[in-house]
Structures are given as C-alpha cells and as structure tokens.
T-cell receptor, first 115, second 110 residues
Framework: NAGVTQTPKFHILKIGQSMTLQCTQDMNHNYMYWYRQDPGMGLKLIYYSVGAGITDKGEVPNGYNVSRSTTEDFPLRLELAAPSQTSVYFC??????????????FGEGSWLTVV | KQEVTQIPAALSVPEGENLVLNCSFTDSAIYNLQWFRQDPGKGLTSLLLIQSSQREQTSGRLNASLDKSSGRSTLYIAASQPGDSATYLCAVWAGNMLTFGGGTRLMVKP
C-alpha cells in the first residue's frame, strides 16, 4: 500500500537554485494538493489540482509552480529558492473534493532547507 | 478569510486522564471539519470528519463535536494513553480550500 509517495525526504538547496519535489499517488485519486508547514504552524495550501491538466493556486503560491500531466503525478517546482521557502512540504490526495466528505491522504513530507 | 485557531498549543497530561482539545474557526460557512493526528517526522492521518450537517462523530476513544453557529469544535480523548502523544490538527473545508489550525501538541506521560 504505497498511498502518497514524496521524494526527496530531505534536501538542502542554495539560494537562487531551483528544484522539483516529486509526488505520486497510486489510489487513482482525482484531487491532489501541495501544502507547506512552517514550525509550530498549521499547513498552508500552495497549489491544488482537480484532475490531469488542471491546476489552481492556493493560499501561498508565490515562488512555486506545478503541473499535472497524469492522474498519478503532481510535481512541485521551486524557482529561485529563497530562505523563506525553508519548510516541510506535504503532498496529499483525495478521490473527490473535500466538500463531499472524502478522506484526504498525506505523504510523509519533504524537509527542505534553503541556505 | 477563514482563520482556524487551536487552544492550547501544547498539553501535558498523566496517563488515564480524559482531555479536550479545542478548535475555533471564524467563518461558519464550512462544508466539513476534520481532525488529524501528526506524529513527529510523519504526514497527517485523518481521525474524524464531521460534515456541516452533523453535530458529532465518534471513533473508539475519540469523540469530535461541531457547533457551526459558534464556530467551534472539540476533540475529546477518553482514558489517554502514551501512544496518544502527537500533534492534533483541526481543519475546515470552505470554498475550495482546507484551512488548518496551528495544532495542539499533546504529551501523555506514563
């Protein structure tokens, strides 16, 4: 039971560099999400997708980009990394939207440090 | 803008004690409210989901209530155990966004 898989688990990035956080799910879920969690804080939505080819901004999208070419994969790209992007990133998925009461499943997180 | 607040931020109790975690939200126009558990270095696990038309949900030793009109939810944990030690987060689904509180870090001492 893989569920939602994120890679890498840990990464150190230099200011100005770019990188992609990978996320894949094997539950055939339509909806996928990217959140960030800063220390002692709740999760904030970065981007979400309701299906392949469709993405939309969340609460804190600046400095990030996403794509959804397949149902399974939802990579998050950081362009020109800044120290403010040091955080834990969580990918999640659900079969339908959360307003319909579907359970959301989270990956185990990617710890990113920008130095 | 929806804001979710959890009180207390941290809680330490002896094993066996019953406890209540609180969650409040500013906009009552929500679809549902969920409680999650987060273990250190791990992702979130959904514990209970309460639809906006419901008043409470129960799962084992956990009971969550929802009062939409007052913008409040509580998570009741009965007979706490050391294995319950974790961070508990509540989140509300409104519009097209799931908004999280900052969490309550619970420590249950043997």
């Amino acid at each position: 039971n893989a569920g939602v898989t994120q890679t890498p688990k840990f990464h150190i990035l230099k200011i100005g560099q770019s990188m992609t956080l990978q996320c894949t799910q094997d539950m055939n879920h339509n909806y996928m999400y990217w959140y960030r969690q800063d220390p002692g804080m709740g999760l904030k939505l970065i981007y979400y997708s309701v299906g392949a080819g469709i993405t939309d901004k969340g609460e804190v999208p600046n400095g990030y980009n996403v794509s959804r070419s397949t149902t399974e994969d939802f990579p998050l790209r950081l362009e020109l990394a800044a120290p403010s992007q040091t955080s834990v990133y969580f990918c999640a998925s659900s079969y339908q939207g959360l307003s319909s009461g579907n359970t959301i499943y989270f990956g185990e997180g990617s710890w990113l440090t920008v130095v | 803008k929806q804001e979710v607040t959890q009180i207390p931020a941290a809680l330490s109790v002896p094993e066996g004690e019953n406890l209540v975690l609180n969650c409040s939200f500013t906009d009552s126009a929500i679809y549902n409210l969920q409680w999650f558990r987060q273990d250190p270095g791990k992702g979130l696990t959904s514990l209970l989901l309460i639809q906006s038309s419901q008043r409470e949900q129960t799962s084992g030793r956990l009971n969550a209530s929802l009062d939409k009109s007052s913008g409040r939810s509580t998570l009741y944990i009965a007979a706490s155990q050391p294995g319950d030690s974790a961070t508990y987060l509540c989140a509300v689904w409104a519009g097209n966004m799931l908004t999280f509180g900052g969490g309550t870090r619970l420590m249950v001492k043997p």
